[in-house]
């Protein structure tokens, strides 16, 4: 059993920076992958990020590619999502995952879920 708290959002202009934090409880923490998601209203929930138990490789989608970074603290049990250049249609509300599987992109495969975290990009 694993237990997801988001932290770290908040109002900021576009061009500026945010880091999100992921405090999980569990035991097996480091078995997982984690993901990050978001959800933007009235759209899908859509992948934004995710990192292998080990930290040896990461995955992004391509909207966010080179602007955010995962990355995670196993002995810490958090993840981080590194959110810079910020754009408005970054404006979500961003949710942490962990999953078996590593590299997945699917909701489906995650199986335990933060209670989200709002993001709000000023133009």
């Known amino acids: 059993q694993v237990q997801l708290v988001e932290s770290g959002g908040g109002l900021v202009q576009a061009g500026g920076s945010l880091r999100l934090s992921c405090a999980a409880s569990?035991?097996?923490?480091?078995?997982?992958?984690m993901g990050w998601f978001r959800q933007a209203p009235g759209k899908e929930r859509e992948f934004v990020a995710s990192?292998?138990?080990?930290?040896?490789?990461?995955y992004y989608a391509d909207s966010v590619k080179g602007r955010f970074t995962i990355s995670r603290d196993n002995a810490k049990n958090t993840v981080y999502l590194q959110m810079n250049s910020l754009k408005p249609e970054d404006t979500a509300v961003y949710y942490c995952?962990?999953?078996?599987?590593?590299?997945?992109?699917?909701?489906?495969?995650?199986?335990?879920w933060g209670q989200g975290t709002q993001v709000t990009i000023s133009s």
């Open positions: 569990g035991r097996t923490f480091s078995s997982y992958a």
């Open positions: 995952a962990a999953t078996k599987y590593s590299g997945s992109y699917s909701i489906l495969d995650y199986d335990y």
């Open positions: 990192i292998t138990w080990s930290s040896g490789r990461t």
